[in-house]
């Protein structure tokens, strides 16, 4: 899972992905465009642990988030304004499986403008917006000299009108094979969006202002708040220190967890679970997916080469303390491809190519 870290200059996205990642990225750099961190961080998951203290592998795994923080254009009220994002800036979010716009909620000596996040949000819509429409009027253009192309010239016209009329991609209803035709395009308001409130360590405890609230909820966008600055400086202490300063702080939970939680519930992702004395392992995937892909996961041989999957829940494995038990005790389940995996199955994969 690739998350891209998005936002104007200012906004604290390079201070919010240290946070994040425990990394210590150089923060403030206004105007470096060139720059782009890059950090992984591992999901924290009870049910490997289980079955590590099951198993006593040799080694576990457990999912990962890579975050890329990219440099972002000034505010739109600069001379930036509405002339599209910069083609490296596009490059990068194009690779991103989801987007955190990252919305400056704190006053910025550096940043001549007031904090406004209401603006900021719609802002970065808009560039997101024009940045697909410049792509889509380009396809037009050429799809008027091919043949056979009516299905894809419908579609594009369709996406083109939607944006004309200020309505991002992501809220267009499209059919599983339209989103396969377009695929390739990567249009940058069709990625999930999630909107990180980045707020002055004095507004901690008090939540997202209702406006911002208000607007979330009108674009169907899930909505967090942070302080970047307070729990960049906290992930770095130790961690009996940390749970002191959380509780001055009036934070119940670090932000790292908060988001951890809201980006799986952004890509629909669960986890399934491998175990054994070589490895215990968890495996994000998009809920609803069958068992044959899960099985692809893991290596495309065993997706070429699927038989059946042996699945046994998570909590039944550790209950009766061995996959034989289980299958004593009726807990073992013996799927075909067309099983649709279930967040929490703990699954051997039988193959032969």
């Not at 890329?68 to 083609?87: F, M, Q, Y």
């Not at 960049?232 to 509780?247: C, H, K, N, V």
């Not at 992702?269 to 070589?278: A, P, R, V």
Request: a negative charge.
């Amino acid at each position: 899972m690739k998350v891209g870290l998005v936002g104007f200059a200012g906004s604290g996205k390079t201070t919010v992905f240290n946070t994040l990642t425990g990394l210590t990225a150089e923060v403030g750099g206004f105007g470096a465009r060139e720059r782009t961190n890059v950090g992984v961080i591992k999901v924290p998951d009870s049910r490997v642990d289980g079955l590590a203290a099951l198993y006593k592998p040799k080694k576990s795994t457990y999912a990962e988030i890579s975050f890329i923080d990219v440099a972002g254009p000034e505010s739109e009220e600069t001379e930036r304004a509405h002339a599209g994002l910069d083609p490296k800036l596009v490059q990068h979010m194009r690779e991103a499986d989801a987007l955190v716009h990252v919305i400056r909620a704190f006053e910025n000596p550096a940043v001549v403008q007031p904090a406004d996040p209401v603006r900021d949000v719609r802002g970065f819509d808009d560039e997101l917006m024009l940045t697909d429409l410049v792509q889509i009027e380009n396809r037009i253009a050429r799809l008027k000299k091919e043949k056979d192309s009516a299905r894809e010239r419908e579609l594009i016209e369709k996406l083109q009108a939607a944006i004309e009329s200020e309505q991002p991609l992501r809220d267009v209803e499209m059919s599983h094979e339209e989103l396969g035709l377009i695929a390739g395009f990567r249009f940058l308001s069709l990625k999930p969006v999630l909107l990180l409130l980045n707020v002055d360590e004095t507004a901690i405890s008090a939540g997202p202002a209702p406006e911002v609230a208000a607007l979330a909820e009108s674009k169907r966008l899930s909505l967090i708040a942070m302080c970047g600055k307070a729990e960049m400086e906290i992930a770095q202490l130790e961690p009996a220190e940390q749970r002191e300063f959380f509780q001055d702080l009036g934070i119940t939970e670090p932000a790292r967890d908060r988001f951890i939680r809201a980006a799986y519930a952004l890509l629909d992702l669960i986890s399934f679970l491998t175990s054994g004395e070589d490895e215990c392992r968890a495996w994000p995937i998009k809920r609803g997916t069958p068992a044959l892909k899960a099985a692809g996961k893991i290596h495309s041989d065993i997706e070429r080469g699927f038989i059946r999957a042996e699945v046994v829940r998570f909590e039944d494995l550790i209950e009766f303390g061995s996959e034989a038990k289980c299958r004593e005790h009726g807990k073992l389940k013996l799927e075909g491809k067309e099983y649709v995996v279930q967040d929490g199955d703990v699954i051997h994969f039988r193959f032969n190519v």
